[in-house]
């Protein structure tokens, strides 16, 4: 693939609901990553995976949150009973081992109402 | 103690002048600091990064200078062009932690370049 793909591009949410995002990295990136991005917060970092290592998760906000990997590729982040402050944009990104260079997909804006 | 302080949060020059854009950091474990830029709609893309043990490092218009000392770091844009308006963020990382990818980010700087 040309880049890092994300789905959906927006996605619309009513309070209290669960939420899926997935992110498709580059092919032969090892690393991966989901980042926020949102007003008040600018760009924090949630988790971290890379190869078949255990997660870093230190920087996901709460239990709410959960994030896997499958394979080696594809990732999913999971927001259950989403608050309105879990409003933002989520990004995910890829890199080959070592992480110098991210490279970003267009993110999913995520509204919760 | 992780904070990265970035500054002006916005910033408008004249096509051609010279772009300045801020950063200080607490950490003194940060042992990468990369610049992104990020246009909108879009994710940041890695502008230029510089490790602590140079003091400057220039890519074509781009150039990082670092302070270790009063652990500072700016982005110089020389040049300016309006194709250069976007947000650009300053970040740092370090050798201890899991990634250098683990990265703390500045709050960002609008940067419009007026034709």
């Known amino acids: 693939g040309a880049g890092v793909s994300q789905s959906p591009s927006n996605k619309v949410t009513e309070k209290g609901k669960d939420v899926e995002l997935r992110c498709d990295p580059i092919s032969g990136h090892t690393a991966l990553y989901w980042y926020r991005q949102s007003l008040g917060q600018g760009l924090e970092f949630l988790i971290y995976?890379?190869?078949?290592?255990?997660?870093?998760k230190s920087g996901l906000p709460s239990d709410r949150f959960s994030a896997e990997r499958t394979g080696g590729s594809v990732s999913t982040l999971t927001i259950q009973r989403t608050q309105q402050e879990d409003s933002a944009v989520y990004l995910c990104?890829?890199?080959?081992?070592?992480?110098?260079?991210?490279?970003f997909g267009s993110g999913t804006q995520l509204s919760v109402l | 103690q992780q904070q990265v302080k970035q500054s002006p949060q916005s910033l408008i020059v004249q096509k051609g002048g010279i772009s300045i854009i801020n950063c200080a950091y607490e950490?003194?474990?940060?042992?990468?600091f990369p610049w992104y830029q990020q246009f909108p709609g879009k994710g940041p893309a890695l502008l230029i990064a510089?490790?602590?043990?140079?003091s400057e490092k220039k890519e074509g218009r781009f150039t990082i200078s670092f302070n270790k000392s009063a652990k500072q770091f700016s982005l110089h844009i020389m040049d300016s062009q309006p194709g250069d308006s976007a947000t650009y963020f300053c970040a740092a990382s370090y050798a201890g932690g899991t990634s250098y990818g683990k990265l703390t980010f500045g709050q960002g700087t609008i940067l419009t370049v007026h034709p």
């Open positions: 990104a890829s890199s080959p081992e070592g992480g110098r260079k991210l490279f």
């Open positions: 995976f890379q190869g078949n290592s255990a997660p870093d």
């Open positions: 950490n003194t474990a940060f042992d990468y």
């Open positions: 510089i490790r602590p043990d140079v």
